[in-house]
T-cell receptor
């Protein structure tokens, strides 16, 4: 069964460092998303991406964040200068985008900023 | 008022019990309603997907949407220990590509 994969499963970084979180969406999907979940809080939308450009972003997704689809399979989230409050689980999701279609979530990357 | 509200629980029930999980929402533009299940340290997994109002049944799971009251429910019949997880409601104003707005999740434990 196709699935969304994410690497690494856990990333520890120092405040101010850049991190790149990687995702491989389901191969025939066209829409890609990043969500995050701070411990004990709700899953929050960060950004959606379609046709090699951002289609929507939340207030959380400021200039410190960027997304990229560098090749035909990977989808990345970069945080340029991490802050303590960026510590969270980051989930990648993908969907076919056609009709009533499900967003499939990856297992997440736990980001810890020290 | 928060866009989606969900009682975080925790909820603890004996095996075989009927479980009722609920969310309320404020945005009348929401048309698509979903229930995700999330096990500890895993990503959300879709359980049920309902468009507009009405009921949908899938095995032991029944999803209900009442748009007039802005209230959705998930019922689990004959609950099993394997149902122990956090249940997240999620909504969107359009299907397919639209962002999801989640509730906080209800942590359910089914005791054998």
């Amino acid at each position: 069964e196709p699935e969304v994969t994410q690497t690494p499963s856990h990333q520890v970084t120092q405040m101010g460092q850049e991190v790149i979180l990687r995702c491989v969406p389901i191969s025939n999907h066209l829409y890609f998303y990043w969500y995050r979940q701070i411990l004990g809080q709700k899953v929050e939308f960060l950004v959606s991406f379609y046709n090699n450009e951002i289609s929507e972003k939340s207030e959380i997704f400021d200039d410190q964040f960027s997304v990229e689809r560098p090749d035909g399979s990977n989808f990345t989230l970069k945080i340029r200068s991490t802050k303590l409050e960026d510590s969270a689980m980051y989930f990648c999701a993908s969907s076919s985008g056609q009709g009533v279609s499900e967003q499939f979530f990856g297992p997440g990357t736990r980001l810890t900023v020290l | 008022q928060k866009e989606v509200e969900q009682d975080p629980g925790p909820l603890s029930v004996p095996e075989g019990a009927i479980v009722s999980l609920n969310c309320t929402y404020s945005n009348s533009a929401f048309q698509y309603f979903m229930w995700y299940r999330q096990y500890s340290r895993k990503g959300p997994e879709l359980l049920m997907y309902t468009y507009s109002s009405g009921n949908k049944e899938d095995g032991r799971f029944t999803a209900q949407v009442d748009k007039s009251s802005k209230y959705i429910s998930l019922f689990i019949r004959d609950s099993q220990p394997s149902d122990s997880a956090t249940y997240l409601c999620a909504m969107s104003s359009a299907g397919g590509s639209e962002k999801l707005v989640f509730g906080k999740g209800t942590k359910l434990t089914v005791n054998p």
